[in-house]
């Protein structure tokens, strides 16, 4: 079976690698050739414009379509638009996962704000066909931001994220009552010279409403997400969804991605 997947960022490389551990074929729509995915067994790279017949073309051999693109304008919901009348009109692929990996998408469908605000009308086109299987992916905060840069793909979230290594501070958003999914002991004790700063609702507030410059508002919002609890997912859904739909996956825990760090330094943890 040959799973597409549209983006060839630092996420990509997760799910391509994962999926071909998995026994699946891979092809990566990219506009431009990536080194990274040259040579690697199972995965295919086909150079699109992401124009709709393009895309068709890309995808014609596989049954799902996996978005990693990761924009916070317009553009994201263009793309996506063209994605999925792209598996409409292919005869293969007529399973899509759009870019979300967000937070509780229940309870607070509408944060972070500018995540919002270009996911809603993609989500809005899905609900209104019938031609596609589709799925919204909640994950709450990817925990390898509290791995070194050199044990992760992923590239550094800045203050987005609650811990930021790089800049060694830890900034709490809210009182620091309210409960987080990513434990910070052992990044406390490993790192002893990181700084806490606690920034009040109301001061998040005042950066969004202020307005500096699009990256201040798009921190705040991210903030207001974990002030909020967007990110936390209910214990008891998660354990049913993996009993339904994960049967056979190992979940690792943040202790064993802290252990397995420690162990492989030089690895991608």
């Keep these: 079976m040959r799973v597409a997947i549209a983006g060839s960022g630092d996420f990509a490389r ?6 071909v551990a998995g026994g699946f074929q891979v092809t990566i729509l990219t506009r431009s050739v990536k080194p990274h995915f040259e040579n690697r067994p199972g995965v ?3 150079v ?8 068709v073309e890309g995808i014609q051999d596989s049954t799902v379509l996996i978005s990693a ?3 916070y304008g317009a553009t994201f919901i263009d793309v996506h638009l063209r994605l999925i009348d792209a598996c409409k009109q292919s005869l293969a692929c007529k399973r899509f996962i759009p870019a979300e990996y967000g937070g509780n998408l229940e309870k607070f469908p509408d944060q972070p704000g500018f995540y919002y605000r270009v996911h809603e009308p993609v989500r809005k086109a899905l609900r209104e066909q019938t031609e596609l299987e589709w799925t919204l992916i909640a994950v709450g905060w990817f925990v390898d931001y509290i791995m070194p840069s050199h044990s992760r793909y992923l590239k550094d979230a800045g203050d987005a994220f609650p811990i930021n290594l790089t800049d060694g501070k830890i900034l709490i958003p809210g009182t620091g009552d309210e409960p987080l999914d990513v434990t910070t002991a052992l990044v406390r004790s490993k790192y002893p010279d990181l700084t806490v700063e606690y920034r009040s609702l109301y001061q998040l507030i005042e950066n969004i409403v202020s307005r500096k410059d699009d990256f201040t ?3 705040a919002e991210y903030q207001i997400f974990s002030v909020s609890q967007a990110g936390s997912l209910d214990p008891a859904k998660v354990a049913a969804h993996r009993d339904a739909y ?4 190992k979940f690792r825990s943040v202790q064993e991605m802290l252990e397995d760090a420690e162990k492989h330094p030089e690895s991608i943890i």
């Design 14 to 19: 997760y799910l391509s690698e994962e999926l």
């Design 44 to 46: 295919t790279q086909f």
């Design 48 to 55: 699109t414009d992401y124009s709709v017949a393009s895309i």
């Design 69 to 71: 693109i990761l924009d």
């Design 217 to 219: 508002t798009i921190i």
């Design 246 to 249: 994960f049967q056979g996956v």
